[in-house]
């Protein structure tokens, strides 16, 4: 288990998946493997990050190799009925094509035993309300890199408030331009300066 941990810190994603398959030969659950090895890395590299020890290519290639050992376990974890940590919905607003900080928090989420839906970049309010009704999630993130596009998470808020939506949701938004004050301006619940604050925020949801 500490040298799958090692393996995905160290962005090694062939050697990750091949650590997992030597694991599931050797009798460990999938479920240990997840919540003894690739979340605990995963959780290490956000704090490398927050501590600037990490930066956003290691933490790149890092979630990569997390992603290659879960896509081992998930077809084992879904047939053995693991129970996840919850459901996220993410997206990057409308407008805004942007999608690498998105696809971060997507990974770290992930990493933490999240199902995520993601709806991808340039999405309308009106998709991510559909979303919110047919996936029925606790959290759903916003993620924007141009001030141009910014308020495209207002509508958002605004079409699940609409909706009847808006209590059943906690809201964080992120990237670039957006900073605490513009969150609460929104009404948003929760501004993640980067994934893995994000992540935290959602454990505390579920």
Sequence with gaps: ???????????????????????????????DIMQKALIPAMDKVGELFQSGEYYLPEMLVAAKAMQQGLKVLKPIMVQGNVASAGKVIIGTVRGDLHDIGKNLVGMSLEGAGFEVIDLGADVPAEKFVAAVKEHKPKVVGLSALLTTTMLGMRDVITALTQAGLRQDVKVMVGGAPINQRFAAEIGADFYGADSTSAKDYARTVQ
């Design 1 to 31: 288990m500490e040298q799958l941990k090692t393996l995905v810190m160290e962005g090694k994603a062939k050697g990750s998946e091949a650590r997992v398959h030597e694991l599931l030969n050797q009798g460990v659950t999938a479920t």
